[in-house]
Nanobody, 121 residues
Framework: QVQLVESGGGLAQAGESLGLSCGVIGYIHSIKEIGWYRQAPGGQRDLVAAITEPDTIKSADSLKRRFTISTDDVQKTASLQISGLNVEDTAVYYC???????????????WGRGTQVTVSP
């Protein structure tokens, strides 16, 4: 069974930087898009940044300056680097990918379980 697994969350202080990683467990034929979403307490799950084939980046305008997404096509991983953390960045960060895995007949969305990022003042 194919899974996405996030890592790198935790506690940080305002102004610090933090890196998140997302990896694929299981065999997949292809990834059409992979990226990061976040959900703050009481809020909805919103796009942070994603990379769509063939390397088009889409991201929230308000976050572009501090959030950088990168991928490794060979390792099938996605990373998110966050600089200048502030308290408003406190959220659960989810990795999402549109994958074509064994047994699939089309691309399908796959979500990780999320990793908590908590920023203190």
């Amino acid at each position: 069974q194919v899974q996405l697994v996030e890592s790198g969350g935790g506690l940080a202080q305002a102004g610090e930087s933090l890196g998140l990683s997302c990896g694929v467990i299981g065999y997949i034929h292809s990834i059409k898009e992979i990226g990061w979403y976040r959900q703050a307490p009481g809020g909805q799950r919103d796009l942070v940044a994603a990379i769509t084939e063939p390397d088009t980046i889409k991201s929230a305008d308000s976050l572009k300056r501090r959030f950088t997404i990168s991928t490794d096509d060979v390792q099938k991983t996605a990373s998110l680097q966050i600089s200048g953390l502030n308290v408003e960045d406190t959220a659960v960060y989810y990795c999402k990918a549109d994958v074509w895995a064994i047994g699939y007949n089309k691309f399908a969305p796959l979500w990780g379980r999320g990793t908590q990022v908590t920023v203190s003042p």
